[in-house]
């Protein structure tokens, strides 16, 4: 079983406009996904919905992986990552992320937490996958 992880999966939402949406959310994400981003749940409508705003506002970026974690279904990582909006702004934010493989090895669940390392504060939730 070949598996996703967030380095991909991020790339291919954020970073490669190039991919269809609904072809990247596909590729990494399971039907029922859920995600927790600093408290707040989305179910995968939702999510769909902050990534499609997320492409229409970031014009590149990129991820560093510090550490990556993952046993049976379980996944877990830390990684910054970095991006440049459309205005000329940039945002950096760390992420701490405890996730759920689907047994397909897409992305079932994600817990994720936030540190805004740079940036403003209406630009929260840039830097994760919510």
């Known amino acids: 079983m070949s598996r996703t992880a967030i380095v991909p999966a991020l790339t291919d ?28 749940w989305a179910d995968r409508a939702g999510f769909v919905e902050h990534i499609a705003h997320l492409r229409s506002i970031v014009a590149g970026g ?16 830390r990684h910054t990552v970095e991006v440049c ?3 000329g702004s940039t945002v950096e934010m760390e992420v701490y992320l405890f996730g759920e493989f689907a047994p397909d090895g897409r992305f079932r669940r994600i817990e ?14 840039l830097g994760s996958a919510r």
């Open 13 to 40: 939402l954020l970073f490669r406009p190039e991919v269809d949406l609904d072809t990247a959310i596909d590729r990494h994400f399971a039907p029922g996904y859920r995600q927790r981003t600093d408290g707040v």
């Open 112 to 125: 994720e937490t936030t540190l805004m390392l740079s940036g403003s504060a209406t630009d929260r939730g």
């Open 62 to 77: 990129g991820i560093r992986l510090h550490e990556e974690l993952s046993d049976g279904s379980r996944y877990a990582d």
């Open 85 to 87: 909006k459309t205005d």
